[in-house]
């Protein structure tokens, strides 16, 4: 039996904001949380719960007030956006986020094999990987490789959230963050692509927490569930609890008071 790797440590994570009246509200609450190699991770919570800090300052968006992140036990908390955008990749709920509109398909997906790089698009590198962004598309199922070049600003929100999910899992991120990918589809397309991210992260054998609304999609992936409520974990169940969990337990634990 193989050793599971640690990947991502937060120790004592605390994220602090003033709330302008000369006081500040605690909105991560010295969260505590080690993520190994290929583990899987859903997380629910309510609106305000702090599933989007975690990820804002997981990705250097926000920096934590105190407590410190540790990336394979390197001292990252200080590492700015940009850094941990060459290791941590992230797809948001907006289609409009993750690709540049008016660069083709295969422009954006040139630049996400390039990524951390400074370094301009040549035509003959476009060229070159066509094929390899062919097969890449054609295996969403969902028609994208007949958009090879097209601006990715005329494309379907289906089509643009799955372009940004390839992208992001391009070069196989020490940490796949997934902000409600899903949330602004059709409730067809939302399964296509959570049935693709699936795929994708299992065959890349990637780490990955994926925020989700849909109580189902948290239940149905993943080998662990962690349940936010006012900035802490409230709890954080590995796969066997996981396994045992219904919609039920989960509406209860919505309605539960502290
Ligand atoms: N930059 C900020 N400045 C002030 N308050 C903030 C900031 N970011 C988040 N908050 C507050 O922190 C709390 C947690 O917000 P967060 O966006 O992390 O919640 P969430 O669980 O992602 O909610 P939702 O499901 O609605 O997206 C909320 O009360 C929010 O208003």
Redesign the pocket.
């Known amino acids: 039996m193989t050793l599971p790797t640690t990947i991502l440590t937060m120790v004592q994570a605390t994220k602090k ?1 003033d709330n302008g009246l000369n006081e500040q509200n605690t ?1 991560l609450d010295h969260v505590d949380l080690t993520i190994q190699k290929g583990d899987f991770i859903t997380v629910l ?1 309510g ?7 975690l990820f804002n300052v997981l990705a250097g968006s ?1 920096p934590l007030t105190s407590g410190d992140i540790r990336l394979k036990h390197q001292d990252i908390t200080n590492w700015k956006e940009e850094k941990r955008a060459t290791v941590f990749a992230r797809v948001f709920q907006d289609p409009k986020q993750g690709t540049a509109p008016r660069m083709t398909v295969a422009e954006n997906l040139l630049l996400a094999l390039h990524r951390g790089e400074k370094r301009t698009i040549k035509r003959r590198e476009l060229k070159e990987n066509e094929p390899v962004f062919y097969e890449l598309c054609a295996s969403l199922g969902n028609g994208l490789e007949n958009h090879l070049d097209t601006p990715t600003g005329n494309l379907s929100g289906g089509q643009r959230q799955a372009l940004s999910l390839l992208m992001a899992t391009l070069k196989d991120p020490e940490l796949l963050l997934l902000d409600e990918h899903t949330a602004a589809l059709d409730p067809k397309t939302a399964k296509q692509l959570m049935k693709f991210t699936n795929q994708r992260i299992q065959e890349k054998e990637l780490t990955c927490l994926m925020i989700t ?1 849909r109580m189902e999609d948290a239940l149905q992936y993943g080998n662990r569930l962690l349940l ?1 409520k006012k ?1 802490k974990i409230k709890k954080d169940l590995n796969a066997q609890e996981k396994k045992k969990l219904t919609l039920n337990d989960l509406f209860l634990f919505f309605e539960e008071e502290d």
Do not use: V
């Open positions: 904001i909105i919570g609106n305000g719960a702090g599933k989007s800090t926000l609304h936010l900035g």
